[in-house]
């Protein structure tokens, strides 16, 4: 198993530009997140998903937005970069089991993204 | 509101000695805790998780943690610290009465650094 996957590793975007940030697990995990990780601020959620077609906000949703067409993908769509999107991305997945309060997260290995 | 606390930003222990990293957390029901690390320029690994019973769990490389819950405390230990041990460590909390479906709240990150 490849776990979760992430692309791209690295990225730079103008102020304005829109990218999306690909997120591919292949555990058969029903529930998805997306984390941005700040320099001294832990990670903070932005969306989160409980299966194909069931997204939510986190903490920080704004300036973002999700979809999850299947199981194994769960895009992450920035529209219009800002500087204060600089971040590193993470995405996660994890089991249903014991509705998933018992699971651990599993991680991929991130997408630095600046804005510049 | 659910929170956790990690005192800490750095700890710095010789090789060989016992190394301790605190994480102190806030949730309204029962904790379910968890420990994970994340080495330089890579995602987050779960190392051990407190859902119940026993007070001393016992995780990945030789790793372990005390709930405490008279002190709401979840200090992770290791006996004897490798350089190799050198890396970020973030305490997460759910909340038992299931908070937004299995939504992780993470602490700011202790860095850990062994000197040879």
């Known amino acids: 198993n490849a776990g979760v996957t992430q692309t791209p590793k690295f990225r730079i975007l103008k102020i304005g530009q829109s990218m999306t940030l690909q997120c591919t697990q292949d555990m058969n995990h029903n529930y998805m997140y997306w984390y941005r990780q700040d320099p001294g601020m832990g990670l903070k959620l932005i969306y989160y998903?409980?299966?194909?077609?069931?997204?939510d906000k986190g903490e920080v949703p704004n300036g973002y937005n999700v979809s999850r067409s299947t199981t194994e993908d769960f895009p992450l769509r920035l529209e219009l970069a800002a500087p204060s999107q600089t971040s590193v991305y993470f995405c996660?997945?994890?089991?249903?089991?014991?509705?998933?309060?018992?699971?651990?997260?599993?991680f991929g290995p991130g997408t630095r993204l600046t804005v510049t | 509101a659910q929170s956790v606390a990690q005192p800490e930003d750095q700890v710095n222990v010789a090789e060989g000695n016992p190394l301790t990293v605190k994480c102190t957390y806030s949730?309204?029901?029962?904790?379910?805790l968890f420990w994970y690390v994340q080495y330089p320029n890579r995602g987050l690994q779960f190392l051990l998780k407190y859902i119940t019973g026993d007070n001393l769990v016992k995780g990945s490389y030789g790793f372990e943690a005390e709930f405490n819950k008279s002190q709401t405390s979840f200090h992770l230990k290791k006996p004897s610290a490798l350089v190799s041990d050198s890396a970020l460590y973030f305490c997460?909390?759910?909340?038992?009465?299931?908070?937004?479906?299995?939504?992780?709240?993470f602490g700011r990150g202790t860095q850990l650094t062994v000197w040879p």
């Open positions: 998903s409980v299966g194909a077609g069931i997204t």
């Open positions: 996660a997945s994890s089991p249903a089991y014991g509705g998933s309060i018992e699971s651990e997260q599993y």
């Open positions: 997460a909390v759910r909340d038992s009465r299931g908070s937004t479906l299995g939504r992780l709240y």
């Open positions: 949730v309204s029901g029962n904790p379910y």
